[in-house]
Nanobody, 124 residues
Framework: VQLQASGGGLVQTGGSLRLSCAAS????????VGWFRQAPGKERQPVAG????????YYADSVKGRFTISRVNMRNAVYLQMDSLKPEDTAVYFC??????????????????WGQGTLVTVSS
């Protein structure tokens, strides 16, 4: 499956962005999807994840209550709505996909397919 992340940009503190992860090649409904981010000089960290059915979700503590992950399988798309953005949210955001597993949605090593990343910059 090929993944394409989009929707990044420059936004002021307190603003919102919606990231999209579009899939091609296989039915997206067969995959768990995660969002990860990597800031300059830092390791990649999990942000949010959603199971293939949408029945299980994960959010990093730093984004709980501000970010919402959702999916529309008929559109082969997963979204990350980001509200109340902070400068510390600045990073390149990646979406990733994996075959369904009981493993935590937050574990990057369990994902087999990765998109190219989209840059989110939050100005103070």
């Amino acid at each position: 499956v090929q993944l394409q992340a989009s929707g990044g940009g420059l936004v002021q503190t307190g603003g919102s962005l919606r990231l999209s992860c579009a899939a091609s090649g296989r039915r997206f409904s067969e995959y768990d999807v995660g969002w990860f981010r990597q800031a300059p000089g830092k390791e990649r960290q999990p942000v949010a994840g959603i199971s293939w059915s949408g029945g299980r979700t994960y959010y990093a503590d730093s984004v709980k209550g501000r970010f919402t992950i959702s999916r529309v399988n008929m559109r082969n798309a997963v979204y990350l709505q980001m509200d109340s953005l902070k400068p510390e949210d600045t990073a390149v955001y990646f979406c990733a996909a994996r075959r369904p597993t009981v493993a935590r949605l937050s574990t990057p090593d369990t994902y087999d397919y990765w998109g190219q990343g989209t840059l989110v910059t939050v100005s103070s």
